[in-house]
């Protein structure tokens, strides 16, 4: 081995670059022969090639390049291996204004530096990239170098993609931000066993009120919750990783007095290696609703009053779960106890046979799809419990889903039988009377029975003639009709005896049950006898006729065990007026009196039933209306009590000179407007008015975004699936009102699978035809992107699925859900343009679609490059155009115009504004308000751009009812700020568009 080969051999076990290094022509350059080079720099590049971390070389006053084999895995092809010896100047020019003040600084004995995750772009496999490093440049000792230093040593790690990482991971958490910051329900984020703020969202500080929570304790944030129990929930939840989930909570508050109530959860957060490290905060203000749910069971109480005030009986016939519930009053019609079950069965039964056909009829009409019809009958029962025969009044109608099918069946019953007793008694009266006045008695008898037999509710009804001089009935001459004998059975005429006639002789009326009971010795007749006893009623009419005392029997076929009072009197009163009318032939007159008195009291009765009804209507629609506006007046109250308030200790202290302490007053007054606002989006929100910001969105990215958020929001019984459709078509709506959907949605679904289950989010492209939107109203015809959430949990009934977007709708028990979240997401569906719609049934688990109108333009077509910084250079003369009608909010404007540098012209109305546009005055933007009296805010920046088509317009609005602002319909150059917006809100806006 020659000394040649010993001198080099500090470049020997350098892997490829080691071997590079050997069969490099050294003596070429400026360092010649490697035997000649200095210690510390064979020193530096032994130990470079032996190391497995990135390492790079300058060395001498030309710089030149040396590096290791895990350094050129990050240059490319450009610059290995030419680089190797290369100067660096050349090698690295196109970064060299980034590197070249390190290495002067090092070269010069100034001292290493230290870059960390620092951005220097390089040209590698043929394209300009944006890579990130971490290195040190470090001095390597040369005592024969200017300033002792020969070279310097670069050890270095390339970072792109930890960098990459970190910067999606800050835009996931900024997303996640915004998205809760804006969400209706409050949020926060504890970490440590001190539950230390870590976030907390808008809705957040508008139940808490403005404070400085985040880096500071529950304990210290809110020491008011001392003794009501919420650290001690959160201390179990951070110790035992258990979920804490509560309804209706109370909680009192330093910002209110009054006790609200909460709907909230804590859910631990674990770290990799599963221990628990924060409580993630979530929840609803109930107070509301809480409210609302207690004055609901004082008004179904006030109902139940009502309605038993008035004699209606309730009917409910339930045809998923087949169950019929009836209210105490509707059972008392039926003849049952108010504990009593009953069914549908004992409904058809309890229907006399005479009306059973026709009443049933009449029901299946109501639940036929094809007919729909009211249901209004009136009918006759026999009571179960009291065989006491009853008319009823009943009205109700079906209810059906959306393929067509009854699923329920609702109304009411009120008992008319003091009505139909009236009616009755003069129909029988009168034909009474016409009948026995004439001289067929055989005749006028048995048309008497058939009107005896309607007004008893009966179908049978025979009579015969007893004479008590003879003793006896004669079949041939007194069964005429021939339904008396079938009614008795085998009793024989000589059964009735001469009691009849001891007990007629003094001229009595009297309704007989015991006058067949004498015993005879055939056994029989006994039996027979017994059985008519028992089972039949028997009234008897005595009258005179040719001076002979005779008697009308008649024959009902109800037991006289189950007549009413009132029947018992009538037939009394029936027996005697036929008598009259057979011995005087006359009783019209005082029939007719009789019977006006009755039908007035029927009338007045009617009237009455009918006035409590109306009452009770209205009563409950002031009841909710009330409600409604009180709930708001007091909210509104609180919130302008502690604007006004704070901003007149402002205007005192001021005045006093002591301004020590105005941060907290103006803080205060600021917190009580940012939640008046807050109050007015959710107003808008539940009417479906909220003031949207509509863009191009590719909605499978956005979905695909949230997954990571879905998975921890849902837990690890619920397993989620994304099934996103290729080629999706673009659609235009509020993004971050979207995500909000998705996440509500995804959130519902979780509280339907208690025991766990499996979520799946799908999209696809949609058409709704025009036969679909001609059936469904809210359904507009056209292209859609569906977003559909499918939960495998309980699901909903046709009559849940009717009512699951009306505001404050829930199946949820008592102080648990604020009835809120679909109805939100129905309102943002509508003003997007699309629709929702629910597909569901008990026990199959839920699907909500959500419909967004498909967008026929590119994704970026309508961002706008603003590229502005705050401290951008304003043109001079700029001037801006501010029209609003309010005094207040003109000035404001007009006062951040005047701060930007910006020249600002007033106009107190639309007509005013427009003649200024009419002149030759310079204007480069347009504010308006869109709700200005008489000629609105869209009517003169139309009017505008008609003179000025360049022209920029900003709309201001506090309610988003104008579409053009909502549904697309803005122009190129106009944008819209809603109210309430803060002044640096305003500023940057305008900025933005005048600089753009």
Same mark, same amino acid.
């Given at each position: 081995?020659?000394?040649?080969?010993?001198?080099?051999?500090?470049?020997?076990?350098?892997?490829?670059?080691?071997?590079?290094?050997?069969?490099?022509?050294?003596?070429?350059?400026?360092?010649?022969?490697?035997?000649?080079?200095?210690?510390?720099?064979?020193?530096?590049?032994?130990?470079?090639?032996?190391?497995?971390?990135?390492?790079?070389?300058?060395?001498?006053?030309?710089?030149?390049?040396?590096?290791?084999?895990?350094?050129?895995?990050?240059?490319?092809?450009?610059?290995?291996?030419?680089?190797?010896?290369?100067?660096?100047?050349?090698?690295?020019?196109?970064?060299?204004?980034?590197?070249?003040?390190?290495?002067?600084?090092?070269?010069?004995?100034?001292?290493?530096?230290?870059?960390?995750?620092?951005?220097?772009?390089?040209?590698?496999?043929?394209?300009?990239?944006?890579?990130?490093?971490?290195?040190?440049?470090?001095?390597?000792?040369?005592?024969?170098?200017?300033?002792?230093?020969?070279?310097?040593?670069?050890?270095?790690?390339?970072?792109?993609?930890?960098?990459?990482?970190?910067?999606?991971?800050?835009?996931?958490?900024?997303?996640?931000?915004?998205?809760?910051?804006?969400?209706?329900?409050?949020?926060?984020?504890?970490?440590?066993?001190?539950?230390?703020?870590?976030?907390?969202?808008?809705?957040?500080?508008?139940?808490?009120?403005?404070?400085?929570?985040?880096?500071?304790?529950?304990?210290?944030?809110?020491?008011?919750?001392?003794?009501?129990?919420?650290?001690?929930?959160?201390?179990?939840?951070?110790?035992?990783?258990?979920?804490?989930?509560?309804?209706?909570?109370?909680?009192?508050?330093?910002?209110?007095?009054?006790?609200?109530?909460?709907?909230?959860?804590?859910?631990?957060?674990?770290?990799?290696?599963?221990?628990?490290?924060?409580?993630?905060?979530?929840?609803?203000?109930?107070?509301?609703?809480?409210?609302?749910?207690?004055?609901?069971?004082?008004?179904?109480?006030?109902?139940?009053?009502?309605?038993?005030?008035?004699?209606?009986?309730?009917?409910?016939?339930?045809?998923?779960?087949?169950?019929?519930?009836?209210?105490?009053?509707?059972?008392?019609?039926?003849?049952?106890?108010?504990?009593?079950?009953?069914?549908?069965?004992?409904?058809?039964?309890?229907?006399?046979?005479?009306?059973?056909?026709?009443?049933?009829?009449?029901?299946?009409?109501?639940?036929?799809?094809?007919?729909?019809?009211?249901?209004?009958?009136?009918?006759?029962?026999?009571?179960?419990?009291?065989?006491?025969?009853?008319?009823?009044?009943?009205?109700?109608?079906?209810?059906?889903?959306?393929?067509?099918?009854?699923?329920?069946?609702?109304?009411?019953?009120?008992?008319?039988?003091?009505?139909?007793?009236?009616?009755?008694?003069?129909?029988?009266?009168? &034909?009474?009377?016409?009948?026995? %006045?004439?001289? /067929? #008695?055989? @005749?006028? +008898?048995?048309?008497?029975?058939?009107?005896? !037999? =309607?007004?008893?509710?009966?179908?049978?009804?025979?009579?015969?003639?007893?004479?008590?001089?003879?003793?006896?009935?004669?079949?041939?001459?007194?069964?005429?009709?021939?339904?008396?004998?079938?009614?008795?059975?085998?009793?024989?005429?000589?059964?009735?005896?001469?009691?009849?006639?001891?007990?007629?002789?003094?001229?009595?009326?009297?309704?007989?049950?015991?006058?067949?009971?004498?015993?005879?010795?055939?056994?029989? &007749?006994?039996?027979?006898?017994? %059985?008519?006893? /028992? #089972?039949? @009623?028997? +009234?008897?009419?005595?009258?005179?006729?040719? !001076? =002979?005392?005779?008697?009308?029997?008649?024959?009902?076929?109800?037991?006289?065990?189950?007549?009413?009072?009132?029947?018992?009197?009538?037939?009394?009163?029936?027996?005697?007026?036929?008598?009259?009318?057979?011995?005087?032939?006359?009783?019209?007159?005082?029939?007719?009196?009789?019977?006006?008195?009755?039908?007035?009291?029927?009338?007045?009765?009617?009237?009455?039933?009918?006035?409590?009804?109306?009452?009770?209507?209205?009563?409950?629609?002031?009841?909710?209306?009330?409600?409604? #506006?009180?709930?708001?007046?007091?909210?509104?109250?609180?919130?302008?009590?502690?604007?006004?308030?704070?901003?007149?200790?402002?205007?005192?202290?001021?005045?006093?000179?002591?301004?020590?302490?105005?941060?907290?007053?103006?803080?205060?007054?600021?917190?009580?407007?940012?939640?008046?606002?807050?109050?007015?989006?959710?107003?808008?929100?539940?009417?479906?008015?909220?003031?949207?910001?509509?863009?191009?969105?590719?909605?499978?990215?956005?979905?695909?975004?949230?997954?990571?958020?879905?998975?921890?929001?849902?837990?690890?019984?619920?397993?989620?699936?994304?099934?996103?459709?290729?080629?999706?078509?673009?659609?235009?709506?509020?993004?971050?009102?979207?995500?909000?959907?998705?996440?509500?949605?995804?959130?519902?679904?979780?509280?339907?699978?208690?025991?766990?289950?499996?979520?799946?989010?799908?999209?696809?492209?949609?058409?709704?035809?025009?036969?679909?939107?001609?059936?469904?109203?809210?359904?507009?015809?056209?292209?859609?992107?569906?977003?559909?959430?499918?939960?495998?949990?309980?699901?909903?009934?046709?009559?849940?699925?009717?009512?699951?977007?009306?505001?404050?709708?829930?199946?949820?028990?008592?102080?648990?859900?604020?009835?809120?979240?679909?109805?939100?997401?129905?309102?943002?569906?509508?003003?997007?343009?699309?629709?929702?719609?629910?597909?569901?049934?008990?026990?199959?688990?839920?699907?909500?679609?959500?419909?967004?109108?498909?967008?026929?333009?590119?994704?970026?077509?309508?961002?706008?490059?603003?590229?502005?910084?705050?401290?951008?250079?304003?043109?001079?003369?700029?001037?801006?155009?501010?029209?609003?009608?309010?005094?207040?909010?003109?000035?404001?404007?007009?006062?951040?115009?005047?701060?930007?540098?910006?020249?600002?012209?007033?106009?107190?109305?639309?007509?005013?504004?427009?003649?200024?546009?009419?002149?030759?005055?310079?204007?480069?933007?347009?504010?308006?308000?869109?709700?200005?009296?008489?000629?609105?805010?869209?009517?003169?920046?139309?009017?505008?751009?008609?003179?000025?088509?360049?022209?920029?317009?900003?709309?201001?609005?506090?309610?988003?009812?104008?579409?053009?602002?909502?549904?697309?319909?803005?122009?190129?150059?106009?944008?819209?700020?809603?109210?309430?917006?803060?002044?640096?809100?305003?500023?940057?806006?305008?900025?933005?568009?005048?600089?753009?």
């Amino acid at each position: 081995m020659n000394s040649e080969q010993r001198d080099s051999s500090f470049l020997a076990g350098g892997g490829e670059m080691g071997a590079l290094m050997l069969a490099h022509d050294w003596k070429a350059t400026p360092l010649g022969d490697p035997a000649g080079w200095p210690q510390s720099l064979r020193t530096a590049i032994r130990l470079m090639l032996n190391c497995g971390h990135p390492i790079y070389i300058f060395w001498g006053p030309d710089l030149l390049c040396f590096y290791n084999d895990a350094y050129r895995q990050s240059i490319g092809p450009e610059r290995h291996p030419s680089s190797l010896g290369q100067p660096g100047r050349t090698v690295w020019e196109e970064i060299w204004p980034i590197i070249g003040p390190q290495i002067d600084q090092v070269m010069a004995g100034r001292g290493a530096t230290w870059h960390e995750n620092h951005l220097v772009p390089i040209t590698r496999n043929g394209r300009r990239e944006d890579v990130y490093w971490t290195y040190s440049y470090s001095p390597i000792d040369d005592a024969d170098a200017p300033y002792g230093v020969g070279g310097v040593l670069v050890v270095c790690s390339e970072t792109t993609q930890k960098v990459l990482n970190e910067q999606r991971l800050m835009r996931e958490i900024e997303r996640q931000r915004r998205m809760f910051q804006k969400a209706p329900g409050f949020i926060a984020v504890l970490t440590g066993p001190d539950h230390v703020y870590e976030y907390v969202n808008d809705a957040y500080l508008a139940i808490a009120g403005q404070r400085d929570f985040i880096g500071r304790s529950v304990r210290e944030a809110l020491p008011e919750l001392e003794g009501q129990g919420f650290y001690e929930l959160l201390d179990r939840v951070y110790s035992t990783g258990e979920r804490y989930v509560a309804h209706a909570m109370k909680v009192r508050l330093a910002t209110d007095a009054s006790t609200r109530y909460i709907d909230f959860v804590y859910e631990p957060m674990r770290d990799e290696a599963g221990a628990v490290y924060g409580i993630f905060v979530s929840g609803h203000d109930i107070t509301g609703r809480r409210i609302a749910e207690l004055q609901s069971l004082l008004n179904e109480e006030s109902l139940r009053l009502t309605t038993e005030a008035a004699e209606i009986g309730i009917w409910d016939v339930d045809f998923v779960t087949n169950t019929l519930t009836w209210s105490p009053r509707t059972k008392a019609m039926f003849g049952f106890s108010s504990d009593a079950v009953c069914t549908l069965d004992d409904f058809y039964a309890g229907l006399h046979p005479e009306d059973r056909e026709a009443t049933t009829r009449a029901f299946q009409a109501a639940l036929d799809p094809a007919v729909r019809a009211t249901y209004d009958v009136q009918y006759r029962t026999i009571g179960h419990d009291d065989g006491v025969v009853r008319w009823i009044a009943a009205k109700g109608k079906g209810l059906f889903d959306a393929a067509g099918n009854c699923y329920r069946a609702v109304g009411t019953a009120i008992d008319i039988s003091a009505a139909k007793l009236a009616d009755a008694r003069h129909a029988f009266m009168l &034909e009474l009377s016409d009948a026995l %006045r004439g001289s /067929d #008695t055989h @005749a006028a +008898l048995n048309e008497a029975c058939a009107l005896m !037999g =309607r007004f008893f509710g009966v179908s049978r009804v025979g009579y015969g003639h007893l004479d008590p001089v003879e003793d006896m009935f004669d079949y041939s001459e007194c069964w005429t009709n021939g339904r008396a004998q079938p009614l008795l059975g085998r009793v024989p005429a000589h059964a009735f005896g001469v009691k009849i006639v001891n007990r007629l002789s003094a001229g009595e009326t009297v309704v007989i049950a015991d006058l067949l009971n004498d015993p005879l010795s055939d056994e029989e &007749e006994t039996r027979a006898t017994a %059985r008519a006893v /028992d #089972t039949r @009623a028997i +009234l008897v009419v005595p009258f005179l006729r040719a !001076g =002979r005392l005779r008697t009308i029997v008649y024959l009902n076929d109800r037991p006289i065990r189950h007549w009413r009072p009132d029947e018992v009197a009538f037939m009394e009163e029936v027996a005697e007026r036929t008598r009259q009318v057979i011995e005087r032939g006359e009783a019209e007159a005082a029939l007719r009196a009789l019977n006006a008195t009755l039908e007035a009291r029927v009338e007045a009765r009617t009237a009455e039933l009918r006035a409590a009804e109306e009452a009770l209507r209205q009563s409950q629609k002031m009841e909710a209306i009330g409600q409604l #506006t009180g709930g708001i007046a007091h909210d509104f109250n609180n919130l302008l009590q502690g604007i006004t308030g704070s901003l007149d200790l402002v205007q005192r202290r001021v005045g006093q000179g002591r301004l020590g302490d105005l941060d907290r007053f103006i803080s205060g007054a600021i917190a009580s407007a940012n939640r008046a606002a807050a109050l007015t989006h959710r107003l808008l929100a539940f009417s479906r008015r909220q003031p949207l910001d509509p863009r191009p969105v590719q909605v499978n990215p956005l979905v695909g975004s949230m997954e990571e958020l879905l998975r921890r929001t849902l837990g690890e019984r619920v397993e989620l699936t994304l099934a996103l459709a290729d080629g999706l078509w673009l659609t235009r709506c509020d993004a971050n009102q979207l995500e909000s959907a998705i996440l509500n949605l995804a959130i519902n679904a979780r509280d339907a699978m208690p025991s766990g289950g499996r979520l799946v989010i799908g999209t696809q492209n949609r058409h709704t035809g025009a036969a679909e939107a001609a059936a469904h109203a809210d359904r507009p015809a056209g292209d859609h992107v569906a977003i559909s959430v499918t939960d495998t949990g309980t699901g909903m009934d046709a009559e849940t699925i009717a009512r699951a977007f009306e505001p404050f709708f829930t199946t949820k028990p008592m102080g648990q859900g604020t009835g809120l979240g679909l109805s939100m997401i129905y309102g943002f569906a509508r003003q997007s343009g699309g629709y929702a719609w629910i597909d569901s049934a008990l026990g199959r688990g839920t699907t909500v679609h959500l419909c967004l109108p498909r967008f026929e333009g590119e994704a970026g077509a309508e961002e706008t490059e603003s590229g502005t910084s705050e401290d951008a250079t304003i043109e001079t003369g700029e001037t801006v155009l501010v029209v609003e009608d309010e005094p207040v909010v003109r000035n404001l404007v007009v006062e951040v115009l005047g701060d930007l540098g910006y020249r600002a012209i007033e106009a107190v109305d639309g007509p005013s504004g427009v003649e200024i546009v009419q002149s030759a005055q310079r204007i480069d933007l347009l504010i308006t308000d869109v709700g200005l009296p008489g000629l609105n805010g869209r009517q003169v920046a139309d009017a505008a751009r008609a003179l000025r088509p360049d022209l920029k317009v900003l709309f201001m609005t506090g309610y988003a009812e104008n579409a053009a602002l909502v549904f697309g319909a803005l122009d190129t150059g106009m944008s819209v700020i809603t109210k309430p917006f803060t002044m640096d809100a305003l500023a940057t806006r305008v900025r933005e568009i005048i600089e753009a």
